[in-house]
């Protein structure tokens, strides 16, 4: 069937990319000026009038030669793909290697630690699983296609990271959610990795003071690890053409900690999620574009609590709290992670009008509003005065973590996707 593929110009190099990753090299594609999200109807009009962005010659007139232009040779062969890449590179020298590693991104451009043989061997040694077992799969975005890794290929980024072999089975835990951290969304999203039971202790991870900072080995090397595998497990994160952040997201480098549970008063997150207590897990939460924060709760809590609420925008709240802060809560009736939760429900609210009136709102979630998907379809029948209900309380999640030198809170803006058994991985 003729068909010709419209895109703003800014995503040219990814939508040929994905194209071409697709097998279909030689789609016919058009491009308009970024933005379209906000332009008055003569203004889209002008696009469609002018010239296309990438070839210069008219628009329309790269419409109709797209859609009446015959096919070839080259269109009816596709393109075909060889993955495989050596196990070892040849030896050199250690500057050498450095380089070879920073020439092909295969670095957070941060320095590594050269995964030799004998490191990777080492990082092996922490796990029971054979080197070859698959682990998971990732990619760069949707409609692009999965990258799938190996025990091994998540021990060699392991090392890369700087990790030690105990940290392993936590890493291999993040591994096997078969989520990226490192999302190409324009909104520069990234992951977190919440870490729960007894590993936390047994591997020196910090919960307390500092622990969402660069104050814990284990912390620090165990998220960028995650970072590492996720960029080179998906195929490469290169900006423009698998990476389109608009300002880049400087959590994407290392997020992972683990929760107070000694200090909490309420319910650690993994049993929360059908775990035991005595079971090790990581829980991976993706997002992270809006941070709120504050102290207390004092006696405005509420009204702050509602207008951070309002800020995460379309992504349900993470709420992250010092022990301080779920005891002082405690003491005002909030007796459980899971009151915090409806309260959180109940008052995260705003008008119609401005629940719409966010970009990834109107270009993501309308369609599916359009299309009869509740709970935004009811949303999107309001008036525009009327208030909706930003969040169920099944999306919302609250951690308790922090070292009781302040009544410290923040709110990140973060989808949660799943709690992975790290026993599972030993």
Not at 131 to 151: H, I, L, Q, S
Not at 243 to 265: I, K, Q, T, V, W
Not at 398 to 406: A, I, L, N, R
């Amino acid at each position: 069937m003729p068909s010709v593929a419209v895109h703003t110009h800014v995503f040219a190099r990814v939508a040929k990319s994905t194209a071409r990753l697709r097998g279909i090299p030689t789609l016919r594609q058009a491009f308009v000026p970024q933005p379209v999200v906000g332009r008055t109807p003569p203004e889209l009009r002008g696009y469609i009038e002018g010239s296309d962005q990438v070839s210069g010659r008219p628009f329309m007139q790269e419409v109709i030669d797209g859609l009446t232009r015959p096919l070839d040779d080259a269109d009816l062969t596709g393109a075909t793909f060889e993955r495989t890449t050596p196990r070892l590179v040849a030896p050199d020298t250690d500057e050498n290697l450095r380089k070879l590693f920073l020439d092909n991104r295969w670095t957070d451009f941060l320095p590594i630690v050269l995964p030799t043989e004998e490191r990777v061997a080492e990082m092996l040694k922490a796990t029971s699983q054979p080197p070859d077992k698959v682990v998971g799969r990732m990619r760069a975005g949707n409609f692009r296609e999965t990258w799938e890794y190996t025990v091994e290929k998540v021990a060699v980024n392991a090392v890369m990271a700087g990790a030690r072999p105990e940290y392993f089975p936590v890493i291999l835990a993040l591994a096997a959610s078969n989520t990226t951290s490192r999302q190409g969304s324009t909104t520069s999203m990234t992951c977190l990795g919440v870490v729960n039971g007894p590993v936390r202790h047994e591997i020196g991870m910090n919960c307390g003071i500092g622990a969402l900072g660069p104050y814990s080995h284990a912390n620090a090397t165990i998220g960028r690890a995650y970072s590492l595998l996720s960029q080179n497990g998906q195929g490469g994160s290169v900006p423009g053409e698998t990476y389109m952040g608009a300002l880049g997201n400087p959590l994407a480098y290392s997020l992972a900690f683990a929760e107070n549970e000694e200090r909490s008063p309420w319910q650690p997150l993994h049993v929360q999620k059908g775990f035991k207590p005595t079971d090790s897990t990581v829980s991976v939460f993706v997002g992270l574009r809006y941070i709120q924060e504050g102290f207390g709760p004092r006696d405005t809590w509420e009204a702050k609590f509602r207008r951070c609420l309002s800020a995460t925008a379309y992504l349900p709240p993470l709420v992250v709290l010092d022990p301080i802060v779920a005891r002082l809560f405690q003491s005002r009736g909030i007796n459980s992670k899971q009151d915090l939760i409806d309260w959180c429900a109940d008052n995260a609210r705003l008008p119609a009008r401005d629940y719409w009136d966010d970009q990834w709102m109107q270009t993501l979630v309308r369609p599916r509003a359009a299309a009869g998907v509740e709970p935004y379809a009811a949303k999107l029948k309001a008036a525009p005065d009327e208030i909706v209900q930003m969040y169920e309380p099944s999306d919302i999640n609250v951690v308790v973590v922090g070292g009781e030198t302040q009544g410290a809170w923040k709110i990140f803006g973060a989808n949660y996707v799943t709690t992975v058994s790290v026993d599972a991985w030993r």
